[in-house]
């Protein structure tokens, strides 16, 4: 149990007067959370202070060799004015194992879920009240040594942010276009690929720009080393519901385990779908599209939620799904996950935790 320190600001900012545009992680709360960690100490030093720029040392580690990973959560407001989580301690396992990879002391689970709801709680004001509107919690943690060797950091920063956020994509829940990416990769055996580490987005900037110039959301990476099987979107994990089966990657350490992802998955099962998580070809997504049976494919995160995908382009041929609108199923796991997560729905499955009262 952290024993945290909270030093309220002197001078709270006005909360987003319109909350209908609120776009994506462009406005930021009143508090951070932080925690230093000392080689031989441990973690230390939990405090909840005034939001503000972090003075770094040009030489430390994280700018150089980009030791650092993240997470992304939310706060949802219901009807009755509680503030409630989405599963987070899934969000604290995933950051125990992304921080394994890269060599980051970890942080206990409790510990994590502690420090993001006594933040929330701090900013509670701040969780929008607005249908599709939620407070997007950026929990992250990087290397604070100073110098210019490669190697494990003895230093580091646990910060948390918040950031009232609508839908990450500015088509809402349209459909988007997607470019199967042909040449660049995102991941490969071995790498970083099922972590959150800034690296992997840092070196997915390049094609997710190339497509943007052509008009594609985002695009869909295949494996790394055959790139012959889908893998996940720029954002997001990747579905496909073919002939009446859902397919989807496999984690098998390429992948992103989206929390996002296994909801669903759970979601579809209950709803006796069969859900196969494995390889698929691209190949064999355009080859079902060519005979009609690419029903519906949808991307999932917690930033997007459920995206409807209406076009997959690769090699210059392209695979329309459905009639360009969104389908059945991708609406119906929509409007159940945000059900639980706005508290509209009944939670059967203990996936919500109410942020108590505490400061
Ligand atoms: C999220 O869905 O929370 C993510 O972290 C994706 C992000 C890169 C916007």
């Given at each position: 149990?952290?024993?945290?320190k909270?030093t309220?600001?002197?001078?709270?900012?006005?909360?987003?007067?319109d909350?209908n545009?609120?776009?994506f992680?462009?406005?930021f709360?009143?508090?951070?959370?932080?925690?230093?960690?000392?080689?031989?100490?441990?973690?230390h030093?939990p405090?909840?202070?005034?939001?503000?720029?972090?003075?770094?040392?040009?030489a430390?580690?994280?700018?150089h060799?980009?030791?650092e990973?993240?997470?992304g959560?939310?706060?949802?407001?219901?009807?009755?004015?509680?503030?409630?989580?989405?599963?987070?301690?899934?969000n604290?396992n995933?950051f125990?194992?992304?921080?394994d990879?890269?060599?980051?002391?970890?942080i206990p689970?409790?510990?994590?879920?502690?420090?993001?709801?006594?933040l929330v709680?701090?900013d509670?004001?701040?969780?929008?009240?607005?249908?599709?509107?939620?407070?997007y919690?950026?929990?992250?943690?990087?290397?604070?040594?100073?110098?210019l060797?490669v190697?494990?950091?003895?230093?580091?920063i646990?910060?948390?942010?918040?950031?009232?956020s609508?839908?990450?994509?500015a088509?809402?829940l349209?459909?988007?276009?997607?470019?199967?990416?042909d040449?660049?990769?995102r991941?490969?055996?071995g790498?970083?690929g099922?972590?959150k580490?800034g690296?992997?987005?840092?070196?997915?900037?390049?094609?997710?720009?190339?497509?943007?110039?052509?008009?594609?959301?985002?695009?869909?990476?295949?494996d790394?080393?055959?790139?012959?099987?889908v893998?996940?979107?720029?954002s997001?994990?990747?579905?496909?519901?073919?002939d009446g089966k859902?397919y989807?990657a496999?984690?098998?350490g390429?992948?992103?385990?989206?929390?996002?992802?296994?909801?669903?998955?759970?979601?579809?099962r209950?709803?006796g779908y069969?859900?196969?998580?494995?390889?698929l070809?691209?190949?064999?997504?355009?080859?079902?599209?060519?005979?009609?049976?690419l029903?519906?494919?949808?991307g999932?995160?917690?930033?997007?939620?459920?995206?409807?995908?209406?076009?997959?382009?690769?090699?210059?041929?392209?695979?329309?799904?459905?009639?360009?609108?969104i389908?059945?199923?991708?609406?119906?796991?929509y409007?159940t996950?945000?059900?639980?997560?706005?508290?509209?729905?009944?939670?059967?499955?203990?996936w919500?935790?109410?942020?108590?009262?505490?400061f």
């Amino acid at each position: 149990m952290l024993d945290i320190k909270v030093t309220r600001t002197a001078t709270p900012k006005a909360k987003p007067a319109d909350e209908n545009h609120l776009g994506f992680g462009k406005i930021f709360t009143d508090h951070m959370f932080l925690m230093d960690y000392t080689e031989g100490e441990g973690w230390h030093d939990p405090r909840i202070v005034p939001y503000a720029p972090l003075p770094l040392d040009p030489a430390t580690v994280v700018f150089h060799y980009a030791q650092e990973i993240f997470e992304g959560m939310k706060a949802y407001r219901t009807a009755d004015g509680t503030v409630q989580l989405f599963r987070p301690d899934c969000n604290a396992n995933r950051f125990q194992d992304s921080a394994d990879r890269l060599c980051i002391p970890r942080i206990p689970a409790d510990d994590f879920v502690q420090a993001v709801e006594a933040l929330v709680d701090v900013d509670r004001d701040w969780v929008p009240y607005s249908d599709g509107a939620s407070l997007y919690i950026r929990p992250f943690c990087f290397a604070n040594d100073v110098g210019l060797g490669v190697h494990a950091s003895k230093h580091y920063i646990f910060c948390i942010i918040c950031s009232p956020s609508g839908a990450y994509y500015a088509e809402g829940l349209d459909p988007v276009r997607i470019y199967v990416e042909d040449e660049y990769i995102r991941a490969a055996p071995g790498l970083t690929g099922f972590t959150k580490c800034g690296g992997n987005y840092a070196a997915s900037i390049k094609a997710g720009e190339l497509a943007e110039e052509q008009g594609f959301s985002q695009v869909l990476w295949l494996d790394g080393v055959e790139k012959k099987y889908v893998e996940e979107v720029g954002s997001m994990n990747i579905m496909f519901k073919i002939d009446g089966k859902i397919y989807t990657a496999a984690c098998t350490g390429t992948v992103l385990p989206g929390v996002t992802r296994r909801s669903i998955i759970e979601l579809l099962r209950d709803w006796g779908y069969e859900v196969v998580e494995g390889k698929l070809a691209i190949a064999d997504v355009m080859q079902a599209a060519r005979e009609g049976k690419l029903e519906e494919v949808f991307g999932t995160g917690t930033a997007a939620v459920v995206s409807p995908v209406k076009e997959l382009d690769w090699k210059g041929e392209q695979a329309l799904i459905g009639d360009g609108k969104i389908g059945a199923l991708t609406q119906k796991l929509y409007d159940t996950l945000t059900g639980i997560q706005w508290g509209k729905l009944p939670d059967t499955k203990g996936w919500t935790v109410p942020v108590k009262k505490m400061f």
